[in-house]
């Protein structure tokens, strides 16, 4: 028996010697070891452990020798634990935090590709939190008088007793950007594609690229005044002209790049609201409620952002949002004002463009879509909304 226990110790000497070989190595060598080296070691080491100890319980008390190699086997596990945690040149630690970084990057492709939906809010519903994001534009067409005509608004008619109503139109300027003396109807957006026109109206002195058609109305700012006009596009007629009080005029403080836009007329789910400016608030955005029927203005906010450095606004669900232009092919809706708060803020939802200057922004609530004007383009934008 005891020469059997004593050809095992010498097998595990033999072993031990080898291990503590290697180790030496490792420790005095300058080059760094993977991790497969060290698990290698850990598992002999562990091996080594396990038997010596199966041997010290099989033995009827203690064995000097078996002790000893006990107690190497420990020094061994300690030596290689540090060895493993002081790698010389660090690489371990570095491929760990790189295998961690890779991790994470994956993780964040994994998400970037994940196709997140929107949630959903049917039109006229204003539960959702504010506006989230912005498509990439849709290329509607050029505007029926041509290139030269830059400036100018479209949109498509809301009328709240008849929501699904599919009416469009479309107001070009003439070519000295002030000067509102037509407009268009069309009663599809196929008709609007093909040029087929239901009614094309002529006013009398409008001016600006504030215009919007509202539940069959097309209200505009009267030439050179602070006159605001109602105009009834099936009977080609005048409905009733009513001063706005206050309000500056004359290009006074009209948008940062688009000139004689000083009233800028807005339609959201409550309905029909003017933007504009005053001399007592300091050229800063003015934001009056309209009653459409009479043209009182049954309520108004003033904001501390200045309008000329704006270049762009509209309305949805009672929130005020401004543009203002970041380079010839991107515009930044930056600010907000909610009036039902009376709370303003910051965002910056970035909109892509197709020429340089935006001549007009408008919401309809029939779709959800943001109708611009640019530099002659008529484009169209989806919503996403919080």
């Given amino acids: 028996k005891v020469r059997e226990y004593t050809k095992v110790i010498e097998v595990y000497q033999q072993r031990i010697l080898n291990l503590t070989i290697r180790v030496e190595h490792m420790e005095k ?10 698990q290698l070691l850990k598992v002999e080491i562990s091996e080594l452990d396990r038997l010596v100890t199966q041997l010290k319980s099989s033995l009827v008390g203690s064995n000097v020798i078996v002790e000893e190699i006990f107690l190497e086997i420990r020094n061994l ?33 994994e998400n970037t590709n994940k196709t997140t939906v929107p949630p959903y809010f049917p039109p006229g519903s204003c ?3 504010g506006l989230l994001n912005v498509s990439q534009p849709y290329i509607v067409k050029l505007n029926w008088r041509g290139s030269s005509y830059k400036y100018g608004s479209w949109g498509r008619d809301y009328s709240p007793s008849n929501p699904e109503k599919d009416v469009y139109w479309v107001a070009p300027l003439n070519t000295d950007g002030r000067y509102l003396e037509l407009y268009r109807i069309y009663n599809s957006f196929d008709d609007l594609l093909l040029f087929k026109p239901t009614y094309e109206r002529r006013l009398t002195y409008g001016e600006g690229s504030g215009a919007v058609f509202y539940d069959n109305y097309f209200y505009y700012h009267s030439y050179n005044s602070r006159y605001i006009t109602k105009h009834d596009a099936r009977r080609n007629s005048v409905v009733l002209s009513k001063e706005l009080p206050g309000a500056a005029i004359s290009n006074r403080f009209s948008y940062a790049g688009v000139a004689w836009q000083d009233i800028d007329f807005a339609v959201d789910e409550s309905g029909l609201w003017v933007i504009y400016s005053t001399e007592n608030n300091m050229g800063n955005i003015v934001i009056s409620k309209l009653n459409e ?6 309520n108004t906010w003033q904001t501390r952002q200045y309008k000329p450095s704006v270049s762009n606004a509209f309305m949805i669900c009672g929130v005020l949002y401004a543009t203002r232009t970041m380079n010839t092919r991107k515009e930044e809706i930056f600010f907000m004002y909610d009036t039902r708060t009376g709370q ?40 996403a909304f919080q």
């Fill in 293 to 298: 029927t009479t043209l009182d203005v049954l």
């Fill in 127 to 129: 539960t959702h939190r």
């Fill in 77 to 109: 596990t300690i030596l290689v634990n540090e060895l493993e945690s002081l790698d010389k040149n660090n690489i371990l630690a570095i491929r760990r935090q790189i295998a961690s970084l890779q991790a994470r990057l994956k993780e964040c492709e």
């Fill in 344 to 383: 303003e803020g910051r965002l910056s939802v970035i909109m892509d463009k197709k020429l340089d200057q935006i001549q007009s922004i408008d919401y309809s609530p029939t779709d959800q879509k943001l109708y611009v004007y640019n530099d002659g383009y008529l484009l169209r934008y989806d919503l």
């Fill in 29 to 38: 060598n300058s080059i760094s070891y993977t991790e497969l080296d060290f």
